[in-house]
């Protein structure tokens, strides 16, 4: 998908091509992977993350755009309550949306992906088991 911004005519834009935006369960975390084909006047980029029964989306973190072009997140704690303890059911909380904003001079990009498919339950387990020795 190839997105070129320009802003009243004024000759800047924000050329950022994404061709990549996934979520996937990987073992008891999600990754969350990108690619841009191009970073013309990208600053960087924030990654956040709701559930479907919430209104807004979580800030998972903010990465500085290198030139590297692929870039992913682990996300540790997707099935985690508000609190930070215990698990969240998946079909409580499920399906999660991810929000991908590209950052830069002009106006920002922002970019959704949802996450497919549920953890086993014995991925669920050991996760609930690791996050009490955290």
Do not use: C
Not at 83 to 110: I, M
Request: charged share 15%; aromatic share 8%.
């Amino acid at each position: 998908m190839a997105v070129l911004v320009v802003l009243g005519g004024m000759g800047t834009a924000l050329a950022a091509t994404l061709t990549l935006f996934t979520a996937a369960h990987n073992g008891t975390v999600v990754r969350v992977e990108w690619e841009v084909d191009t970073e013309t006047d990208v600053t960087g980029f924030e990654l956040a993350r709701k559930a479907a029964t919430e209104s807004t989306y979580t800030v998972m973190t903010n990465v500085t755009a290198n030139g590297q072009r692929r870039y992913q997140y682990l996300d540790a704690n997707v099935y985690r309550t508000a609190g930070g303890t215990g698990t969240a059911a998946p079909s409580a909380g499920g399906p999660f949306t991810y929000r991908l904003t590209v950052l830069g001079p002009g106006p920002d990009q922002s970019y959704l992906t949802v996450l497919a498919g549920t953890p086993s339950a014995v991925q669920r387990s050991w996760g609930t088991i690791k996050s009490m020795f955290r």
